[in-house]
């Protein structure tokens, strides 16, 4: 779709451009490139739609509760925001039934290689009790400071700690491991996500 058909469909529904651009996060300027390129990517639209909660543009994402969305966000860093915040950009929906109503997002960093490569899409469902935990399988934990990719096991600080363990077991050259076992607090863990399928990235 080009940009000056998003420009008319946006203007035919009365919506706002100055206000859309805001929403998202863009300068008039901005977003006004936008809509004057020639092909408006289907991100972008995916991106209005989410944010309208309105199927303007006729892309079929009316359905999205049955389809898995991936989101814009590294694993390996952040600052302590959860999958559901409106500060994810949605970047595509996949359409897997046995992964409903999980949230894709993309691997960065080799802590978890070979088992999850840079650029695999990991499908995840959120864990809201800690008692919940299978030891010894792939979790997303969330802390106030870091998005972190490990296998969860108990602690020997005891009660109130959990274990993260990288699959990687390379070492460095003092014969160290590249990536510790390093133990949480409970206190400091704000979310956890469940990994319950993945995409490698040869198959995306």
Do not use: H
């Amino acid at each position: 779709m080009e940009g000056k058909e998003v420009r008319r469909i946006l203007t035919e529904n009365k919506i706002n451009l100055s206000w859309l651009s805001e929403q998202l996060g863009l300068t008039p300027q901005a977003f006004s490139s936008r809509l004057n390129a020639r092909d408006f990517k289907k991100s972008y639209l995916l991106e209005i739609t989410q944010l309208l909660n309105q199927d303007i543009f006729g892309i079929g994402v009316a359905d999205s509760q049955n389809r898995q969305p991936i989101i814009d966000i590294r694993v390996c860093a952040g600052n302590g925001i959860g999958l559901e915040g409106e500060e994810n950009k949605i970047v595509e929906y996949v359409s897997i039934p046995a992964l409903k109503g999980c949230i894709g997002l993309t691997v960065y960093g080799e802590s978890m290689y070979p088992q999850y490569r840079p650029g695999d899409v990991i499908f995840v469902r959120q864990v809201t009790s800690l008692t919940d935990i299978d030891y010894g399988r792939t979790y997303l934990i969330i802390t106030r400071s870091d998005r972190l990719l490990k296998m969860i096991y108990e602690s020997e600080k005891g009660d109130g700690y959990l274990c993260l363990r990288s699959f990687n077991n390379a070492l460095n050259p003092a014969g160290d491991r590249l990536y510790p076992d390093r133990d949480v607090s409970f206190e400091n863990i704000l979310f956890v996500y469940k990994v319950v399928g993945c995409l490698n990235r040869d198959q995306i």
